[in-house]
């Protein structure tokens, strides 16, 4: 029968995905509903269209679910380099960019790399830089944080300048 899935699932399988269709991730929960869709009858393209994706990528599932199973449907930690430029240029940018605002020199993203180069023996793209000055800011005593309350400056009025009494 041409057109028509061959995909089986035990009771606790079934369970499996119905559990998996509530994730967080909304991939796997996709992943899964759509097993949970062919099971019932619906063809690769009506699924496709219900989860706006190809019919290839639905019948890649069904075949991720005949091989393993509802772990096969579950995301998997993406394999990948080691951060090394964004490690060394973290570290060079945060000895940079330590001291107080008034005594540093202005670094444009530029010049950082330039420095970068120069200090770690790491090119970096203005992109990845930034992405990585962005990542050691929201960490927390990084780059681009707050100051403490008593390092704050408040603007002094010029003479001459402002209300007299």
Not at 68 to 82: C, I, K, Y
């Amino acid at each position: 029968m041409a057109g028509r899935a061959r995909v089986v699932s035990t009771a606790a399988q079934l369970a499996g995905l119905q559990e998996l269709a509530r994730s967080d991730r909304r991939d796997e929960a996709d992943r899964a509903r759509a097993i949970v869709l062919s099971l019932n009858g619906w063809t690769s393209g009506q699924i496709a269209r219900a989860f706006g994706v190809t019919p290839d990528s639905v019948r890649r599932w069904r075949s991720w679910f005949a091989q393993a199973g509802v772990d096969g449907l579950r995301a998997s930690e993406r394999a990948g380099h080691d951060g090394v430029k964004s490690e060394a240029a973290a570290t060079v940018a945060a000895s940079l960019l330590t001291p107080p605002i008034a005594d540093r020199a202005n670094w444009t993203l530029p010049r950082l790399q330039a420095e970068i180069q120069r200090r770690a023996e790491v090119s970096i793209s203005k992109s990845q830089l930034s992405k990585t000055l962005k990542k050691t800011a929201t960490a927390g005593g990084g780059p681009g944080t707050a100051l403490p309350d008593d390092k704050i400056r408040t603007p002094s009025i010029a003479p001459g300048c402002g209300s007299s009494s």
